[in-house]
């Protein structure tokens, strides 16, 4: 879920990256660096200038890999003039204030024809922020506020509180390992604490290690197996299982530093109300100080009754600039770059490829064209001809390989292989129809009785010289056909005999394994689909 908003009659974006739901942005803002705030942004994001800050700005390039000259930093506390429009005509103030909430969180405050905009992103209220230069002297007419925790039922204590808490806990398992869950980025200040409170190392991941040391934090935090008592992981990989293999090893809790309702799984797991959001009280008590025109909720659309009575309600029609709206208007020259890519790979032609393989979900739209393509480059094909085609598995002696097709459980290979028969070896192959005879449309006798299964009683080496195995005894219980057998071939015993001492000289030393008699599967007559013989075209040759 994105947590981010197009600013109305603005060209104005802030953490909101799907471009093309909002073609008249030009100008685009990231407050922090979490995960729902970046949904949509990539490696790939070109020629649309992000601006955010120093820290916010480091770790854009280094997690996201997005190219340094579309990242513009802008230090916290200061006020920086953007154009919005080709000319230079019209312009805004853009003002970056500490959020209080992760290592890079900032507020933005706009000023521009559109009027005052603070835009908080994900924040933490303390007093200090009312009395920051920028927010004293300024009239907020647009106040997108975050609402996470805007619900007057849920008691979010202060971080200090918090903090004290999970102490606490701690202090009350003196044999016991800790594993904190926690996102990404975030509550690092806890972590150093927790550090120098129990004078132990932190032990975490080898990614996180790396946003470390962008942060330039104290040296508390270790990537080594086991040196610390404390241990951080993401939260997913926290569960009941995880839980119980570390309990079998070492003592082992878990604390989530969390406001938001979990279920506890396990008895050894904590849930202590450590919060990086605003809680009902600091909201009231921000935006009552602020008094805002007008309140836009970041998260979804509540916002309480309560909150409302601090808003003044004074609006103002905003008259958008002729130059800003030519600026909004206006297509980026990679629009039409990508769209002009797409074109090309659409329309491109068919490459010659030899044998065509047919993905069973999305056959080919021009199969002929292609086949075509692929048999006319070879100047030593006969002439063919491309209203003809036949399917000649036995032709094809040359191996191909395995081409596993997708969504096939057994993983089997499916293949089609498609290829041009010439005129002379089709009149070659060519039968006339008044050659036919009624066998060749006669149906297929099939053994419909599945459940025989042969099985020879082995003979011996010694038992044969003695002339004590003169005929194989087969092991089969319903034994009436081959009864019949014996009795029609009465008449040649001398000769059938002879037969039988071959047989047994040459299969006296074979032993043949139960797999050799196993009952192959037998098709009945509802298996088959019997179809009409149809003649060849006689083609006209010059």
Same mark, same amino acid.
């Given at each position: 879920?994105?947590?981010?908003?197009?600013?109305?009659?603005?060209?104005?974006?802030?953490?909101?990256?799907?471009?093309?739901?909002?073609?008249?942005?030009?100008?685009?803002?990231?407050?922090?660096?979490?995960?729902?705030?970046?949904?949509?942004?990539?490696?790939?994001?070109?020629?649309?200038?992000?601006?955010?800050?120093?820290?916010?700005?480091?770790?854009?390039?280094?997690?996201?890999?997005?190219?340094?000259?579309?990242?513009?930093?802008?230090?916290?506390?200061?006020?920086?003039?953007?154009?919005?429009?080709?000319?230079?005509?019209?312009?805004?103030?853009?003002?970056?204030?500490?959020?209080?909430?992760?290592?890079?969180?900032?507020?933005?405050?706009?000023?521009?024809?559109?009027?005052?905009?603070?835009?908080?992103?994900?924040?933490?209220?303390?007093?200090?922020?009312?009395?920051?230069?920028?927010?004293?002297?300024?009239?907020?007419?647009?106040?997108?506020?975050?609402?996470?925790?805007?619900?007057?039922?849920?008691?979010?204590?202060?971080?200090?509180?918090?903090?004290?808490?999970?102490?606490?806990?701690?202090?009350?398992?003196?044999?016991?390992?800790?594993?904190?869950?926690?996102?990404?980025?975030?509550?690092?200040?806890?972590?150093?604490?927790?550090?120098?409170?129990?004078?132990?190392?932190?032990?975490? %991941?080898?990614?996180?290690?790396?946003?470390?040391?962008?942060?330039?934090?104290?040296?508390?935090?270790?990537?080594?197996?086991?040196?610390?008592?404390?241990?951080?992981?993401?939260?997913?990989?926290?569960?009941?299982?995880?839980?119980?293999?570390?309990?079998?090893?070492?003592?082992?809790?878990?604390?989530?530093?969390?406001?938001?309702?979990?279920?506890?799984?396990?008895?050894?797991?904590?849930?202590?109300?450590? %919060?990086?959001?605003?809680?009902?009280?600091?909201?009231?008590?921000?935006?009552?100080?602020?008094?805002?025109?007008?309140?836009?909720?970041?998260?979804?659309?509540?916002?309480?009754? %309560?909150?409302?009575?601090?808003? +003044?309600?004074?609006?103002?029609?905003?008259?958008?600039?002729?130059?800003?709206?030519?600026?909004?208007?206006?297509?980026?020259?990679?629009?039409?770059?990508? +769209?002009?890519?797409?074109?090309?790979?659409?329309?491109?032609?068919?490459?010659?490829?030899?044998?065509?393989?047919?993905?069973?979900? %999305?056959?080919?739209?021009?199969?002929?064209?292609?086949?075509?393509?692929?048999?006319?480059?070879?100047?030593?094909?006969?002439?063919?001809?491309?209203?003809?085609?036949?399917?000649?598995?036995?032709?094809?002696?040359?191996?191909?390989?395995?081409?596993?097709?997708?969504?096939?459980?057994?993983?089997?290979?499916?293949?089609?292989?498609?290829?041009?028969?010439?005129?002379?070896?089709?009149?070659?192959?060519?039968?006339?129809?008044?050659?036919?005879?009624?066998?060749?449309?006669?149906?297929?006798?099939?053994?419909?009785?599945?459940?025989?299964?042969?099985?020879?009683?082995?003979?011996?080496?010694?038992?044969?010289?003695?002339?004590?195995?003169?005929?194989?005894?087969?092991?089969?219980?319903?034994?009436?056909?081959?009864?019949?057998?014996?009795?029609?071939?009465?008449? +040649?015993?001398?000769?059938?005999?002879?037969?039988?001492?071959?047989?047994?000289?040459?299969?006296?030393?074979?032993?043949?394994?139960?797999?050799?008699?196993?009952?192959?599967?037998?098709?009945?007559?509802?298996?088959?689909?019997?179809?009409?013989?149809?003649?060849?075209?006689?083609?006209?040759?010059?």
């Amino acid at each position: 879920m994105s947590n981010g908003k197009i600013i109305a009659n603005t060209p104005l974006a802030v953490d909101f990256w799907h471009v093309r739901r909002c073609p008249e942005s030009r100008l685009f803002f990231l407050s922090h660096m979490h995960s729902d705030h970046t949904v949509g942004l990539t490696s790939t994001w070109a020629d649309r200038p992000i601006y955010c800050s120093p820290i916010t700005a480091s770790l854009l390039n280094s997690k996201l890999q997005v190219k340094e000259k579309f990242i513009h930093p802008l230090e916290v506390g200061e006020s920086y003039l953007l154009p919005l429009d080709d000319i230079g005509k019209e312009t805004m103030t853009v003002t970056l204030i500490d959020a209080n909430h992760c290592p890079g969180a900032v507020m933005f405050l706009f000023e521009g024809y559109f009027g005052t905009i603070l835009y908080t992103g994900d924040f933490r209220y303390s007093p200090s922020m009312l009395r920051e230069l920028f927010l004293a002297t300024s009239d907020i007419d647009v106040l997108y506020l975050d609402n996470t925790n805007c619900d007057p039922n849920r008691i979010i204590p202060s971080r200090m509180q918090a903090t004290q808490q999970i102490k606490e806990v701690i202090r009350s398992h003196p044999d016991h390992n800790v594993v904190l869950g926690l996102y990404g980025l975030g509550k690092e200040s806890l972590l150093v604490e927790l550090a120098m409170e129990f004078q132990t190392w932190i032990e975490v %991941s080898f990614d996180r290690m790396e946003t470390l040391r962008l942060l330039s934090l104290p040296d508390v935090f270790t990537t080594e197996p086991g040196a610390g008592r404390i241990r951080v992981l993401e939260q997913r990989e926290i569960s009941f299982a995880s839980m119980c293999q570390w309990n079998r090893e070492q003592p082992t809790l878990a604390i989530y530093p969390t406001s938001r309702p979990l279920i506890l799984f396990h008895p050894k797991l904590h849930v202590v109300p450590y %919060s990086d959001h605003s809680s009902y009280q600091e909201l009231v008590d921000f935006v009552s100080g602020l008094k805002p025109s007008s309140l836009v909720p970041i998260v979804g659309n509540g916002i309480p009754g %309560s909150l409302s009575t601090f808003v +003044s309600g004074k609006r103002h029609d905003v008259l958008v600039p002729e130059s800003v709206q030519h600026y909004m208007r206006r297509l980026p020259e990679n629009m039409h770059k990508s +769209s002009a890519s797409l074109q090309r790979q659409h329309v491109r032609p068919c490459v010659p490829k030899g044998v065509v393989f047919d993905s069973p979900g %999305s056959p080919s739209k021009k199969p002929r064209e292609c086949l075509a393509q692929d048999f006319s480059s070879s100047e030593e094909e006969e002439e063919t001809d491309t209203d003809s085609f036949d399917y000649n598995l036995a032709e094809s002696s040359q191996k191909l390989p395995s081409s596993k097709s997708r969504g096939n459980p057994l993983g089997t290979s499916r293949r089609n292989f498609t290829r041009i028969i010439t005129k002379k070896r089709l009149i070659a192959q060519r039968v006339p129809f008044n050659q036919f005879s009624q066998s060749n449309f006669s149906r297929m006798k099939i053994l419909k009785k599945t459940g025989v299964c042969l099985k020879p009683r082995r003979c011996t080496t010694a038992s044969v010289s003695n002339g004590a195995c003169a005929r194989p005894v087969w092991d089969d219980k319903d034994d009436d056909d081959s009864n019949a057998s014996v009795a029609s071939s009465s008449s +040649s015993q001398g000769s059938q005999a002879y037969i039988e001492q071959l047989e047994n000289e040459i299969l006296k030393d074979v032993v043949f394994p139960p797999q050799d008699f196993e009952p192959c599967f037998l098709l009945q007559d509802s298996d088959m689909l019997m179809l009409p013989l149809c003649p060849i075209r006689k083609l006209n040759l010059p």
